[in-house]
Nanobody, 122 residues
Framework: QVQLVESGGGLVQPGGSLRLSCAAS????????MGWYRQAPGKQRELVAS?????????????TDADSVKGRFTISRDNAKNTVYLQMNHLKPEDTAVYYC??????????WGQGTQVTVSS
C-alpha cells in the first residue's frame, strides 16, 4: 500500500503562486509515476501533469486547451524524498479546484491523496 499526503494549498490572489507538495510513504518501491490532478466544482477530475521515476513528464490537456497551464505550472520530483511538487505561477481564478496527488505503481495500481484546495480569488 501507498499513502500520499498533500500540502501547500490555500487562498491566493490572481497572479500569485503556490507550491504543492505530495509525500509518499509505504510501498515506495512499487511507485513509477506520480502526478497531480485537479477537480473544479461540477467538473470532472483532470490530469494536470505527471512524472515518472525516470523524469518523463506527461501534461494533461486541461479542458480543451493543452496550453492553459503550459509555462505556468511546473511538476518536479525528488525520488530521494519520495515527493512530487507542483509549482504554480501566475494563477488564475479558473485554476481554482481541489488538487489531488496521484501515484501509479508498476502494476498500474492507482493511489490517491485526500486532496488540497486551491482557491484563486481577489
Amino acid at each position: 500500500q501507498v499513502q500520499l499526503v498533500e500540502s501547500g494549498g490555500g487562498l491566493v490572489q490572481p497572479g500569485g503562486s503556490l507550491r504543492l507538495s505530495c509525500a509518499a510513504s509505504g510501498s515506495i518501491e512499487s511507485i513509477n509515476t506520480m502526478g497531480w490532478y485537479r477537480q473544479a466544482p461540477g467538473k470532472q477530475r483532470e490530469l494536470v501533469a505527471s512524472i515518472t521515476r525516470g523524469g518523463i513528464i506527461t501534461r494533461g490537456g486541461i479542458t480543451t486547451d493543452a496550453d492553459s497551464v503550459k509555462g505556468r505550472f511546473t511538476i518536479s520530483r525528488d525520488n530521494a524524498k519520495n515527493t512530487v511538487y507542483l509549482q504554480m505561477n501566475h494563477l488564475k481564478p479558473e485554476d481554482t479546484a481541489v488538487y489531488y496527488c496521484n501515484a501509479v505503481s508498476w502494476l498500474r495500481t492507482n493511489y490517491w491523496g485526500q486532496g488540497t484546495q486551491v482557491t484563486v480569488s481577489s
